[in-house]
């Protein structure tokens, strides 16, 4: 089989891709050796979380999705932050930056419904679902690949959205710089006794970040959890039974959202940062974690995968209609031209967050104290962090 473009992973990145290529008219194949579309009704608004900037919210707002997750997706309008040391606090209105709200924090598992339902009325979009890869070739004008029932599907070009372990990162041997956070990031959903005022709310303590975002489930949890913390206090808590988790995060965020009750399960992952050296080979090319993963305190790494998705979506369009080759060195080239900086970027704030916010070192203390000050106070840089945080361009 003859398409345009060969998208492996069929998680929230990929296929957002493959929509956006599919609606230019372009023939797309999405393989992914599980199946990450397979969601029950039940399950939509279950499981991880993600807070959607207004960068992303513009993707799906093309694709004409975004009425249907808006339904399903809380507002924030704030963002307040913290030190449990003392520091003077930070706090981002959305109408700093002239928006109404500064993101929506929504169920990974519902956008990934509506992305299928795009995908199944589309007409130019392949599926091979729990399909494994045999083999890849590129040569200088193809790339193919053997698919483990015999299926060989042709392409211009292959798109690694496969994630931290990408097969397609691996087969074409682009190199990566991967490290640990030697912490673990526990994920939870709470419902509080004081509500959430539509704020994202994240503390600084001595063993790691806390995020809590505001996530409405039909009367069930209003909060969504992620608890980073240093692997040595990771072992305690993992012994925690619920009750002592909710009176640790009682404490640790100063009862600032009042009592906590977990709804449902608490799950966890280890934390480690992974940059490729390159994000292109020959008729190549790697988006979202495939590329990059960083530390969740941002709560940016979907947002960073989507403006990859945008930047390469935008670039095969014009290629296309300048009839050039949409798998040329030239276009991969431009495209990381485009998304390697800010993703650094972001690694490298994330990676000075860590390390300013660690330990109850004085000079530490007093650097924080300062930079909490000035941020606070001087306007401009007040409304360049929010427009970041945002993604407003």
Known sequence: MNVDVTIVGAG?????????LSNQGLKVAVV??????????????????????????????DLDLWNDIYHSATNFNRIYVWDSAGSSPLEFLSEHVDEENLGYVVSNNLVLS??????????????????????????????TIL????????????????????????????????????QKAFVASLKTNKPHLNTAWQVFTSTGPIALLPYDKAGKANVSLVWSVDNKYAEEIDK?????????????????????EIIGGIYSFPLYQLHSKTYFSNRAVLVGDA???????????LN?????????????????????????????????????GPNLAMIALM?????GFEGNNPWLKLTRNMAFKVASENRILKRNLIKQAAGIT
Request: proline share 1%.
């Open 351 to 355: 990676q000075l967050f860590k390390q």
């Open 32 to 61: 992914d050796r599980n199946n990450p579309l397979k969601v029950s009704q039940e399950s939509e608004l279950e499981g991880r979380t993600v807070a959607l900037n207004l960068s992303s919210v513009e993707i799906f707002q």
């Open 240 to 260: 925690f039974t619920k009750k002592d988790f909710s009176k640790e995060l009682e404490e640790k965020t100063e009862s600032t959202l009042g009592k906590i």
């Open 304 to 340: 960073s995968g989507l403006s990859d998705v945008n930047c390469l979506f935008k670039l095969i369009a014009e290629y296309r209609r300048k009839a050039k080759d949409i798998g040329s060195i030239e276009i991969l080239r431009d495209y990381e031209k485009r998304r390697k």
């Open 114 to 143: 509506f992305l299928s339902k795009y995908i199944h009325k589309s007409k130019g979009i392949e599926l091979y679902l729990d399909s494994e890869i045999s083999s890849l070739e590129i040569d200088d004008r193809k790339t």
């Open 147 to 182: 698919l483990s029932d015999g299926k060989e599907i042709s392409s211009a070009l292959i798109v690694g959205a496969d994630g931290t372990n990408s097969f397609i990162r691996n087969k074409t041997n682009i190199d990566t710089r991967t490290w640990s956070y030697d």
């Open 291 to 301: 590329a990059h993963s960083f530390h969740p305190l941002a709560g940016q790494g």
């Open 12 to 20: 929230l990145v990929g296929c957002t891709l493959a929509c956006l």
